[in-house]
C-alpha cells in the first residue's frame, strides 16, 4: 500500500522548465513501477511517463519525448518529471501513480491527489 503526493506545480513561460515531485509512503516503494498521467479541462486522463522499479527502463508518450524526463530516487522514496521546453499545452493537472510500467490509466493501482502546471504563452 502507498499514498502519493506530488508538488511543484506552478504557472510558468513558455519555455520554461519546471520539476516535479511525488513523494510516496507506505511499504516498499522500490519494488513499484511508477508514471505520469496529466489532465486538462475536458480531456481525459492521458499518459506522460513511465519508470520501472529500478529506473533502468523509461518510456515517454510522442507529446513530451525530448523534453520531459522520468526519474526515481528509491532512498528518497521520491518520483521526478523535469519538464524543459514547455509548451501551453503542456497545461494540465498531473498526477504520479504507482503500480504498473505502461500507458494505461486503469494499470495503476494507487494515484496522488494532482498538481496544476499552467504554461502561459
Known amino acids: 500500500q502507498v499514498q502519493l503526493v506530488e508538488s511543484g506545480g506552478r504557472l510558468v513561460q513558455a519555455g520554461g522548465s519546471l520539476r516535479l515531485s511525488c513523494a510516496a509512503s507506505g511499504r516498499t516503494f522500490s519494488s513499484y513501477d511508477m508514471g505520469w498521467f496529466r489532465q486538462a479541462p475536458g480531456k481525459e486522463r492521458e499518459f506522460v511517463a513511465t519508470?520501472?522499479?529500478?529506473?533502468?527502463?523509461?518510456y515517454y508518450a510522442d507529446s513530451v519525448k525530448g523534453r520531459f524526463t522520468i526519474s526515481r530516487d528509491n532512498a528518497k522514496n521520491t518520483v521526478y518529471l523535469q519538464m524543459n521546453s514547455l509548451k501551453p499545452e503542456d497545461t494540465a493537472v498531473y498526477y504520479c501513480?504507482?503500480?504498473?510500467?505502461?500507458?494505461?490509466?486503469?494499470?495503476?493501482?494507487?494515484w496522488g491527489q494532482g498538481t496544476q502546471v499552467t504554461v502561459s504563452s
Open positions: 501513480a504507482a503500480g504498473s510500467y505502461g500507458t494505461s490509466t486503469w494499470n495503476y493501482a494507487y
Open positions: 519508470i520501472n522499479w529500478s529506473g533502468g527502463s523509461t
